[in-house]
Nanobody, 125 residues
């Protein structure tokens, strides 16, 4: 059974940093695209960042220069380093993994096959 488990969320102040982790089990994703999405209260789930098997990364504009996505295939784990956090970053963050490398659709949630339960990130002003 494939599972993705997020960790690292919490309550921080604006300007602080957090590092989220997503540990995968049940299969390896070294040849697949993985990504982070988030959902704020009352809003739809939105794309945050993605990393392809080649380590090519894509970010949504609002987090460029502040967030860094990475992966450690030996540990089957993906990370999201979040710096200079803002109150508008407050959301439940979900990790996702696809069964394949998403060449042209890495921002689209429906193309991901596996999802974690989410971890809450709250940024106070």
């Amino acid at each position: 059974q494939v599972q993705l488990e997020e960790s690292g969320g919490g309550l921080v102040q604006a300007g602080d940093s957090l590092r989220l982790s997503c540990a995968a089990s049940g299969r390896t994703f070294s040849s697949s695209t993985m990504g982070w999405f988030r959902q704020a209260p009352g809003k739809e789930r939105e794309f945050v960042a993605t990393i392809r098997w080649s380590s090519l990364t894509v970010y949504t504009d609002s987090v460029k220069g502040r967030f860094t996505i990475s992966r450690d295939n030996a540990k089957n784990t993906m990370y999201l380093q979040m710096n200079s956090l803002k109150p508008e970053d407050t959301a439940v963050y979900y990790c996702a993994a696809a069964n394949r490398d998403l060449i042209s659709t890495p921002r689209v949630a429906s193309f991901y096959d596996y999802w974690g339960q989410g971890t809450q990130v709250t940024v106070s002003s």
